[in-house]
């Protein structure tokens, strides 16, 4: 009789055991689906809900929580979109609004320069034709900026990094002169090989130099290292470490680089994130640096040198 009791005792046990570890078991493949789920739904613009294939009420209920919370945050992520829309919009039409104006306004500055005016006043009248110039260039950068991060278009293919440099060097060759300045470049002696965009590392490389020319004391040395480092560095007695820690920022211009717009190192970055790459800025000892990390190799770089120069 006892052996009896405990037999069924055990057979209950059994039971028991059996139905815990395929409840546990439903559990732990609801758990699965639902983190499954989530980051499905997380990574893409979904208005499927969440679903689990087991019957506990806990489960079901979190999955419920968890549909609620997304239809948030996707109701969240449109209000952004739309918003974010609208503000660059906003920015190229006033860009565009601002440009009429300007025109005119430096129609009739070259008009009043031609007239009979005292010292005093032509001193008057070159300062506003400096400030509208720099207007006039805010609002061209406002439109390439809202351009660039509405709806990038490049064309990814094999360049050698060290000859657009060189194209770029060319380019900017009379404004250096100008300067007193004589880049000292040095290249790698096999061509550095990255999957770009001409025409966006171009624009990298002339917002670059043409912040040389605002902040440089008169020298300029160009590095390019076989791992895709590019690093540019000059004397800049103007600037302090606050400053160019700030230069990234849209519409940051220093003070006392009076034709600075504010936006050509911030396009300068989002062209290289586009690209793959990044660009840092530094100062210590006087001397400012910005460092372009070209993205990693996608091709096989040929072995021609391109040498090294001063």
Request: charged share 20%; glycine share 8%.
């Amino acid at each position: 009789m006892i052996w009896l009791i405990l037999l069924c005792a055990a057979l209950a046990l059994a039971l028991a055991v059996l139905g815990l570890s395929v409840r546990l078991h439903g559990i732990r493949k609801a758990a699965r689906e639902l983190r499954a789920g989530l980051a499905e739904k997380l990574a893409g613009d979904t208005n499927t809900l969440l679903s689990v294939s087991t019957g506990d009420r806990a489960m079901r209920a979190l999955a419920a929580d968890l549909n609620r919370q997304l239809a948030l945050l996707r109701d969240q992520r449109q209000q952004y979109l739309h918003g974010d829309r609208a503000l660059k919009e906003a920015v190229t039409n006033v860009s565009h609004d601002l440009r009429t104006p300007l025109t005119a306004i430096c129609g009739y500055l070259e008009l009043l320069e031609q007239e009979p005016l005292s010292d005093a006043a032509r001193q008057y009248l070159k300062i506003i034709a400096s400030r509208t110039e720099a207007m006039k260039q805010l609002s061209g950068e406002l439109l390439r900026y809202s351009a660039l991060t509405a709806a990038p278009a490049l064309t990814l293919e094999p360049l050698s990094v060290g000859d657009v440099l060189e194209e770029s060097l060319a380019a900017f060759y009379a404004a250096l002169t100008q300067r007193g300045i004589t880049p000292a470049v040095s290249l790698p002696e096999s061509k550095v090989i990255r999957t770009l965009d001409r025409q966006a590392l171009g624009r990298v490389f002339g917002n670059i130099l043409g912040n040389v020319l605002k902040y440089s004391d008169g020298d300029l040395e160009i590095v390019l290292t076989d791992d895709g480092v590019l690093r540019f560095s000059n004397a800049a007695a103007r600037l302090d470490p606050v400053q160019v820690g700030r230069l990234f920022d849209r519409y940051f211009s220093v003070e006392s680089a009076r034709d600075s717009a504010g936006l050509g190192l911030a396009i300068s970055r989002t062209l290289l994130e586009q690209m793959g790459g990044a660009i840092t800025a530094d100062y210590q000892n006087g001397r400012f640096t910005v460092t372009v990390q070209l993205p990693v190799e996608r091709f096989a770089a040929p072995t021609v040198g391109e040498g090294h120069y001063k």
